[in-house]
């Protein structure tokens, strides 16, 4: 069955719904990957902690249905998540940072990051130009503006330290970037769409969550 | 003025309110690092991208109001938020997975885990025992649990790679751990309060953005 593409819908889709829709994504890949076909939503719901009701709404908006007695087929629903999150586009991607953060993430990106392809990584360290991570070489960071205009970059990882924070978000945003994926923890204005990674709110989530269980 | 002690009131409070309760505390602490004494909630809203009446609404159901004119006093109200997160009880807490993503979030500790004490960490790789991580030795994995009912560690940081996740995690939860926090990207069960960090669903999230921006 054909979804409907949100973009056509007269009303945006809200955040809350987009939000669990990576969450989907996730269980379809690991179904995929075992060539299951078909799964309902009362497996779905098991996988991601929701509701089979939840599931049904949610996918029903983008004018997905399951059939009766066989749910949802993997692949067909997979590709349809796919497209409405705009993973089929091969977003362009460099690391800004080098150090372990850095490295973690483009070492493990190929399973964190659907639909992007890893490009390049810069530093300003001389002691990390020209060594390797995540399978390509670390540039020097003062060329990070030329390269962006030269391959069309779409997403920075920003992973410098809290103090260089603002000085690579001018660069990243003088030289065009579309999207910083932010982990500095510094809260940072430019024209680049922003999604920040905050450690230390969801370690203050898991403390709160404690105490509470401890009254 | 007092706040009144969540824990005490009939209703529990919102989730969607406690995850705004870090980013209130994060501005609270810049400020205070600064020396500033009182701060509005029109200026706290542009620290925090919320609004000032989402501001006051939040901050009124502990019971805490601000001056007319004057603001709300930042020394008060944080000592405020980090009662109410609970964060004022020092949890102990051990890195269990010392590679590149264990060592960027020990290694940053101070800035990112507030009232929590950084114990120990563990690995089961040969040539990682005994070196050192954010100023602590690497153990042997295979004495963590040992070490969790000696020490009364509160809080696992895990971050071994996909594969040994359960493994780990049945170590875990079995030696008693209270709370995980869970960077592997897999999904797990157990009885300890679990926190996960997402990394593929925010940057599944911000593909969405650029591609609802594309169109």
């Known amino acids: 069955m054909k979804g409907v593409d949100p973009m ?14 990576p969450r989907y994504l996730h269980i379809l890949n690991e179904l995929d990957a ?4 078909c799964v309902s939503s009362a497996e779905m719901s098991e996988g991601v902690g929701m509701s089979a009701s ?4 949610d996918l029903a908006l983008f004018g997905t249905f399951g059939q009766q007695g066989r749910g949802y087929e993997v692949k067909t629903l997979r590709e349809e998540l796919i ?7 091969r977003y362009k991607v460099i690391l800004v940072g080098a150090g372990h953060l850095g490295s973690a993430i ?9 639909g992007c392809v890893f490009q390049a990584a810069f530093d300003i360290d001389p002691a990390k130009i020209g060594k390797h991570v995540g399978g390509v070489p670390i540039r020097d960071g003062r060329s990070v503006t030329e390269y962006i205009r030269e391959n069309g970059t779409d997403i920075a ?11 690579a978000v001018s660069v990243l945003d003088a030289a065009g970037i579309r999207a910083i994926w932010n982990f ?3 809260d940072i ?7 920040n990674i905050l450690f230390s709110d969801s370690l203050l989530f898991l403390a709160y969550g404690l105490s509470r269980n401890a009254e």
């Not at 483009?106 to 659907?114: C, D, G, L």
């Not at 204005?189 to 999604?195: F, G, I, P, S």
Request: hydrophobic share 35%; with cysteine.
């Open 157 to 167: 990882i920003l992973t410098v330290p809290r103090e260089g924070t603002r000085r």
């Open 83 to 89: 497209r409405i999150l705009g993973v089929d586009r």
């Open 34 to 37: 075992k060539d299951v076909a």
């Open 184 to 186: 500095t923890g510094v």
């Open 8 to 21: 056509r819908r007269t009303g945006p889709i809200s955040n809350n719904t987009i939000w669990r829709l």
């Open 54 to 57: 939840q599931i049904r709404q």
């Open 189 to 195: 204005q430019c024209d680049a769409l922003v999604e």
């Open 106 to 114: 483009v070492e493990n990106f190929r399973s964190i990051a659907q």
